[in-house]
């Protein structure tokens, strides 16, 4: 293998020479450098090709007035296994220019990057998927790759990796970056292409892999957040040293991200009715509310959304309770409201129920965080819905406001009742009442609420200073002392079997406590 010049002003224009050298090996199989270096074989000349347009804008340019671009498109359809592993390195990295990305990219090259993610070829398979991911990034490609590519990348998702160095591991975290970019909402793109999208992606049994990627431990970031060990330096002294002492963790996010993606991908899943089946039947939920005692704020937005779409089905909530699901929720919230907005609600939807002003009430529909179920603001996350906004996601906001809209879920059941007064979730849940997102004040309350109507907790509601129609949900018509026991004299009953009368403690020796909730 000729080696390639460095960079340098003198070299610059030594550079067309080598690369026509270069291009002649790619025709025939041997070329000559202007310094008389044989270039000997196909494969030799694009290992060379890629390692020079690794090097930056200025490479990738000169590469294209080269025209080297078509002879590695042939390249890539005629060569041998590693001679299309090596021209699919070119292309994926030649896709980087914006400007030239309609001569690298192509119809043919997009269906032969799919079609390596299906061959044994392990190494092949990582430039292939990351040009699939540049693809994918773009609106006038991402329909394009979803067309031919959305099995070839779930098989990958479902391999097992390989031994070595772990390239399989970082295939599997781009694929999972790819399919995200496929499945969220994408600006201009109609809702029901992407519906349908999600839908295959969750029937070729995307769900259970990206689980395990969630679940997986330890989790690898992509490449480029890995880099080179820094070279042996001595200790620094004084100032400087206490202040690097002092810096403290990259995000969990930033080491994190496979585990993280995945979430995201599952998020958008859980948007297809079909997903509950799925979920449940791949024993996913343990996995993901496990990952919620561990996970950083990115990663709590994406799963607590998961959790507040399923939960909504009666079998998933009681799972998710019997699963720990109410402490691990209530953790996320906790360690999520300091970076909360606090401030007063602009329009309090619980307190305002009646108020259905412009017909959509107090559902979740009417929060200005989200456009429905399919947005990315409140239920999930995203940019602020399917507008444009340009402000940065707040995920902590994220996460607690799914947080607290699954907990209302599930304290529709008495044991999470319990479960939230006993682990200390009522002042937890107190505090989110003071977040200025609308829809997490509307869920919290909600919770609350739930939670009030058990008359065990309407003093810790009083003791944590929740709003006094929180505190006191009964009204006191509902609340009775007193059933007789079924020996009473009065049988009224088809059956002869007495009817259960109210009465004072007064009118009987054995008297029980009750609440009746009448349904309106």
């Keep these: 293998m000729s080696k390639t010049p460095p960079k340098s002003k003198g070299n610059k224009k030594d550079r067309g020479p080598l690369l026509a050298a270069h291009a002649e090996a790619l025709r025939t199989g041997l070329g000559t450098t202007p310094d008389g270096q044989v270039v000997k074989g196909k494969l030799t000349a694009a290992l060379n090709i890629w ?3 690794l090097g930056g804008e200025d490479e990738r340019e000169e590469v294209f007035k080269a025209g080297l671009c078509p002879l590695l498109h042939v390249l890539l359809e005629r060569g041998d296994v590693e001679e299309r592993h090596a021209a699919m390195g070119c292309l994926s990295v030649l896709a980087q220019s914006e400007k030239h990305i309609a001569e690298v990219v192509t119809n043919r090259v997009i269906s032969t990057a799919a079609a390596l993610l299906m061959y044994d070829h392990a190494r092949g398979k990582l430039p292939a998927v990351q040009l699939l991911r540049l693809c994918a990034a773009r609106q006038d490609l991402a329909g394009k790759v979803a067309d031919v590519a959305l099995p070839a990348l779930v098989e990958v998702l479902k391999s097992d990796g390989l031994p070595g160095w772990g390239q399989m591991r970082q295939a599997q975290t781009i694929t999972a970056h790819t399919l995200k970019l496929l499945l969220e909402n994408f600006e201009g793109e109609l809702q029901d292409i992407r ?16 689980a395990a990627m969630v679940a997986s431990a330890p989790r690898l970031p992509p490449p480029s957040l890995m880099p080179a060990p820094p070279p042996v330096m001595a200790k620094k002294k004084g100032k400087e040293s206490k202040k690097s002492s002092n810096k403290g963790e990259p995000p969990l996010g930033t080491r994190d991200a496979a585990a993280t993606v995945a979430s995201a991908c599952l998020r958008y ?12 039947r791949t024993g996913t939920l343990p996995a993901i509310i496990r990952g919620l005692q561990t996970c950083g704020e990115e990663q709590a937005a994406f799963l607590t959304g998961i959790l507040w779409e399923t939960t909504a089905e009666s079998h998933v909530a009681a799972a998710a309770v019997a699963a720990g699901g109410v402490v691990a929720l209530l953790h996320v919230i906790s360690r999520n409201l300091a970076g909360c907005k606090i401030g007063k609600p602009k329009k309090s939807l619980a307190a305002k129920a009646g108020d259905k002003k412009d017909g959509k009430g107090s559902s979740r529909t009417a929060s200005p965080k989200k456009d429905g179920k399919d947005a990315k603001g409140g239920k999930g996350k995203g940019k602020g819905g399917s507008g444009s906004s340009a402000e940065a996601v707040n995920f902590p906001d994220a996460a607690v406001c799914n947080a607290t809209g699954a907990l209302q879920h599930l304290t529709f059941l008495d044991e999470a009742k319990h479960q939230v007064a006993l682990h200390g979730g009522v002042p937890i849940l107190n505090a989110a009442l003071k977040v200025s997102n609308p829809q997490t004040y509307e869920n919290a309350s909600g919770a609350l609420w739930n939670v009030g109507l058990d008359v065990r907790n309407s003093l810790m509601l009083q003791a944590a200073g929740a709003p006094s129609f929180l505190a006191h949900p009964v009204p006191d018509p509902w609340l009775t002392r007193g059933d007789e026991l079924p020996d009473s004299s009065d049988s009224d009953g088809e059956d002869g079997s007495p009817l259960p009368e109210r009465s004072s403690p007064e009118k009987s020796d054995v008297v029980r406590d009750r609440v009746f909730l009448t349904q309106m």
Excluded: K, N
């Design 269 to 280: 899943l859980s948007l297809v009715p079909e997903f509950v089946d799925e979920f449940m």
């Design 195 to 210: 519906q349908a999208r999600r839908a295959v992606v969750l029937q070729l049994g995307a769900v259970a892999p990206l």
């Design 51 to 53: 390692s020079m347009v």
